[in-house]
């Protein structure tokens, strides 16, 4: 299987979010205090880390044994059910 | 269900058990990729059990070592699709299915940040929430994604790129009210957040 290691995956999920690109300040408002573009860069980056660890936090939640009932019982079906 | 425990009758194909073996090791990523799309804990279930389903019977059609993980998503993201298609009532992902989200997945080690970025992520358009969550936390690159979504891979990157600027915008300035609290509250906690969990990372 090719997945990428996580440590892989967050470098390129941290260069995706750094690569802020300055044509279009965030946000219209009022820039609090100036936001610099170092600043913007960084928060993007931390949106990015957060968006990873949400993902995360579900990939390792316990999957539910239903799941695995389901896919048993689609392999017995197959299984004694004439296909290949 | 409740059934017998006789084993099967006739072991599977050495190629079926190593397809199995790899399907189960999906399931988690495709249980977290059919909640970014529904934002509904059940309902994604449901959808990560029927992509699975679709998987298991098409196979026949999947080449042993190609990315089966971007195969399996795209089978999810398809089933998705054309089942908003046939309800429409399920058709947008709207602040009130990001609020049942968070009260399932509520946990007090949870920190406030994470259910902000919830509530942004569900003000997104579909597209570039699912672009976004492709690339920026499924871990797929762009060529990938878009073999996914079956888009050119120029339109993957804009739509991330844009996913991305409107995210910040809405956590800066609060494209949403929760609990009275302010928007730059939220950017402030998600900073902090990913300053400890990048730590963590490079620990």
């Known amino acids: 299987m090719a997945f990428a290691t996580s440590q892989q995956s967050f470098v390129r999920v941290a260069a995706v979010f750094s690569m802020t690109d300055n044509s279009d300040p965030p946000g219209k408002g009022p820039p609090k205090g100036g936001a610099s573009l170092e600043e913007a860069r960084l928060r993007q980056q931390a949106i990015g880390v957060k968006l990873r660890h949400m993902f995360d936090e579900i990939v390792n939640e316990q999957v539910p044994d239903e799941f695995l009932d389901i896919l048993r019982r689609a392999d017995e079906r197959s299984s004694d059910g004439g296909g290949k | ?203």
């Open chain 2, 1 to 203: 269900m409740s059934g017998a425990s006789t084993p099967p009758p006739k072991p599977a194909s050495a190629d079926d058990n190593a397809f199995k073996r790899e399907l189960v090791a999906l399931i988690p990523h495709l249980r977290a990729f059919a909640r970014t799309l529904t934002g509904d804990p059940t309902a994604a279930d449901d959808l990560a059990q029927d992509a699975m389903m679709k998987a298991w019977d098409a196979r026949a059609s999947y080449q042993m070592g190609t990315n089966m993980k971007a195969w399996t998503f795209m089978i999810l993201r398809n089933q998705f699709y054309s089942e908003k298609r046939r309800s429409w009532r399920q058709s947008q992902l709207d602040q009130e299915a990001a609020e049942r989200t968070l009260v399932a997945v509520d946990d007090p080690e949870s920190p406030v940040a994470l259910d902000e970025l919830r509530l942004a992520l569900a003000t997104l358009p579909e597209e570039q929430r699912e672009a976004l969550i492709l690339v920026g936390a499924g871990g797929f690159a762009y060529e990938e994604a878009a073999a996914i979504c079956q888009c050119a891979v120029g339109t993957v990157k804009s739509r991330v790129s844009r996913a991305r600027k409107a995210l910040q915008a809405t956590l800066e300035k609060g494209g949403y009210a929760r609990d009275g609290r302010a928007a730059g509250d939220a950017m402030r906690s998600i900073l902090a957040a990913a300053d400890r969990l990048s730590s963590v990372r490079q620990a």
